[in-house]
């Protein structure tokens, strides 16, 4: 019975012994390891290079490029977004031709000196004539074989004049003076050549729209 007492006491010992020891064992035994997580590199050096570099805005932490230092300056920039590749294309707008570019000015008239000319319409024909200087006059109408002088207007500017009846009208300018722009008005018989709009640019040159 004796004996059997000193083995639990030893026993006792064994086991305190171990509780002391397992709490101190090294807790980085444990541990485990983990992979450091790469940062992408947010001024990569295509933002540099064209055509990216005069068209994309750079992250504010990068060194500006050509597109960001143009934006800073002037509020302009093709493409204001980093995550966006710009697509080029070669097709530009077809936009129609302007009428001086054309066809070759009929007349010629040398404005006053402060850009204003005055313009006589004469109505060669048997009907009467609706005219008007556009932005300047309001429709006026002119008898047939009577004329009148439109009075210092300003260049550019576009005169219509229209057949009452309808009918086919020929534009004749012709200038003689400086200054001065003597259109005759007469009848036309061809269809296809019918005309009433003349328009004077800012240099005196006269065109048919």
């Not at 054309?102 to 006589?120: C, E, F, L, Y």
């Amino acid at each position: 019975m004796l004996k059997e007492q000193r083995k639990m006491k030893n026993w006792k010992k064994l086991l305190s012994g171990l509780a002391i020891v397992i709490p101190f064992l090294p807790l980085t035994a444990f541990a485990i390891p983990t992979r450091p997580n790469p940062k992408r590199n947010p001024c990569p050096k295509i933002y540099y290079e064209e055509p990216y570099n005069s068209k994309l805005i750079v992250p504010a932490e990068c060194t500006p490029n050509a597109a960001t230092m143009r934006w800073k300056q002037t509020g302009q920039a093709v493409d204001q977004s980093i995550n966006v590749v710009p697509r080029t294309t070669n097709v530009k707008p077809i936009q129609p031709p302007a009428p001086e570019a054309r066809q070759s000015a009929i007349a010629t008239v040398k404005p006053m000196m402060d850009g204003r000319v005055n313009v006589t319409l004469k109505n060669d024909t048997n009907a009467r004539i609706s005219y008007q200087a556009v932005t300047h006059t309001q429709v006026r109408y002119l008898e047939g074989g009577e004329e009148v002088i439109l009075r210092e207007i300003p260049t550019p500017v576009t005169i219509t004049m229209v057949r009452e009846d309808r009918g086919l009208l020929r534009v004749m300018p012709m200038s003689v003076e400086e200054g001065m722009l003597t259109v005759t008005l007469d009848e036309q018989t061809r269809f296809d050549n019918n005309q009433g709009v003349i328009r004077i640019q800012k240099d005196g040159q006269v065109f048919m729209n």
